[in-house]
């Protein structure tokens, strides 16, 4: 037997990734100051958890445009050399995970492109949910595309379009686009941030102090790494276009009512960031409040599923007064193949990232929080792991309500076949995933958290109303139709 059949390596999200919503993308601009590229590399640091896949930056000196991109992490994408030759006061940063096109290096962004006016460089996160009928039409009419990704739609349609500079084009180009995006663009003398008229992505505008430039970011975290203040979020539907001569705001698109991804506040962003003004960490606690009004248990502790569980399971320990503890423990540090032993391990996958403590968990009755359930294969791991390690009950608890539908808006997902709360009663689901009882977060108490549903949110993967319906072809929209009965 030959030795690399022997120990396979195996991608790592294969063996256990593949139970979450995946994050999207990050994205980050900076205007004017002396290490633009610099500050574009450490804010996609603080983005990393919105995209592992590969990282890229741009810049900018007014004349010329300098690129890196690569597959991976930014630790693995830049090294000082690479940093250094990304010169100019200005940048444009991207961190992906795909949600469409192959994850190869062809499709990393920013992208960057050389048309009549000028040079455009795009990072976009989000996704298109008509962008495959754009791209026939543009291939039809002689357009040449060299990656799979809906953002090089955008910059086709921009370079097709009239107006009376880049963000005028812009906007003309994302008038055609329906579906998702939060952009950050750079010209030779202009950063702009555009968030579609729904607003399903976050964006944000800071201020750098010392050098009075201007930050554009998906997320809080990233000032608050690169010591930006805070200014304001960038509103749905909103443009901003910023210059040496300051920050003008624009409306290019008409009004339709803000409907930011809810699930963004569950799992995706950060637990330090700031999104369209309520702190993350604190929605996620008061999730855990409303479980433990809906579920409360005769348990002993409570044990997150760490990372994305532990400010639910935090909010539900304070409101039951059921200690806290930390019963399984999260390898930080697993790379994204690994080599699988040749002889085959219990929940191998599983435990390469989580590690149950028999010291906390033996004889205990728990009640374990997680942020979701997609596929349900991950968490019938998790509750054999704490099984395992000696727990006497295990009571598990969601901070969402049931995924139901996948996102067409920037969320990579299985498809509704694969969804087991789309497929299963909460009961099956309960006998599946071998916990003694199950509880997921109402719509009611999640808006309830939030402080209000009027706001606007998407909630279409939980409620199944799309706020934009992905266009397919009618012989699919009928097959689908039918199948879905
Ligand atoms: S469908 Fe779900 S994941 Fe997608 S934008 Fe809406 S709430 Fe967010």
New binding site residues.
């Given amino acids: 037997m030959n030795a690399s059949t022997a120990h396979p390596l195996k991608p790592l999200s294969s063996l256990l990734d593949d139970d979450h ?1 995946h994050d999207e993308c990050g994205v980050v601009g900076i205007f004017e100051h002396p290490e633009a590229s610099n500050l574009a590399y450490l804010g996609l640091y603080a983005l990393q958890h919105r995209g592992q896949e590969a990282a890229g930056v741009v810049s900018t000196d007014g004349q010329e445009f300098y690129n890196h991109r690569g597959m991976g992490r930014v630790a693995d994408v830049f090294s000082a050399k690479d940093i250094k030759r990304l010169k100019g006061n200005r940048a444009i940063g991207h961190v992906r995970y795909s949600t469409t096109g192959d994850s190869v290096l062809r499709n990393t962004q920013p992208l960057v492109i050389n048309y009549r006016h000028g040079a455009l460089s795009l990072a976009h996160n989000g996704n298109l949910v008509n962008a495959r009928e754009l791209r026939e039409e543009l291939e039809r009419a002689g357009s040449i595309f060299h990656t799979d990704m809906d953002t090089e739609v955008i910059l086709h349609l921009a370079a097709r379009v009239d107006g009376k500079d880049a963000g005028e084009r812009l906007a003309a180009a994302l008038s055609q686009a329906k579906g ?1 995006y939060s952009i950050v663009a750079l010209t030779e003398t202009r950063l702009i941030g555009v968030r579609d008229p729904l607003g ?1 992505r976050p964006l944000v505008l800071g201020r750098l102090v010392e050098s009075g430039g201007y930050v554009l970011a998906s997320e809080t975290c990233a000032l608050d790494l690169i010591g930006a203040e805070f200014v304001r979020d960038i509103e749905a539907g909103e443009m901003v276009i910023i210059s040496e001569k300051g920050i003008e705001s624009r409306r290019p698109f008409a009004p339709v009512g803000r409907r930011m ?3 963004e506040y569950i799992y995706f962003a950060r637990p330090d960031s700031n999104l369209d003004g309520i702190n993350v960490y604190n929605a996620r606690k008061r999730i855990g409040h409303e479980l433990a009004k809906l579920y409360p248990k005769d348990a002993d502790i409570v044990v997150p599923v760490p990372d994305s569980g532990v400010a639910a399971a935090m909010g539900y320990a304070e409101a039951t007064g059921i200690p806290f503890e930390l019963g399984l423990i999260r390898n930080h540090y697993v790379g994204r193949t690994f080599i699988q032993p040749a002889q085959s391990v219990r929940d191998f996958g599983v435990k390469v990232k989580l590690n149950a403590m028999p010291s906390v968990l033996k004889g205990k009755r728990v009640v374990l929080v997680d942020d979701s359930i997609v596929r349900g294969t991950t968490s019938a791991k998790i509750v054999n792991l704490v099984r395992d390690a000696g727990a006497r009950e295990v009571h598990f608890l969601v901070s969402s309500p049931p995924t139901t539908g996948p ?1 067409h ?1 920037g ?1 990579n997902t299985p498809d509704r076949s694969h969804l087991i709360a789309a497929q299963h009663s909460e009961e099956q689901i309960r006998k599946l995933i071998n916990a003694d009882s199950l509880g997921y977060l109402t719509m009611d108490a999640l808006y309830r958290a939030m402080g209000s549903r009027e706001t606007g949110y ?4 939980f409620s199944g109303d799309y706020p934009i319906f992905k266009e397919i072809g009618a012989e699919e929209r009928q097959l689908r139709l039918i199948k879905e009965g």
């Fill in positions: 919503f998702a399903f991804c809810v699930f996102c808006y969320i998407c909630d279409a993967c």
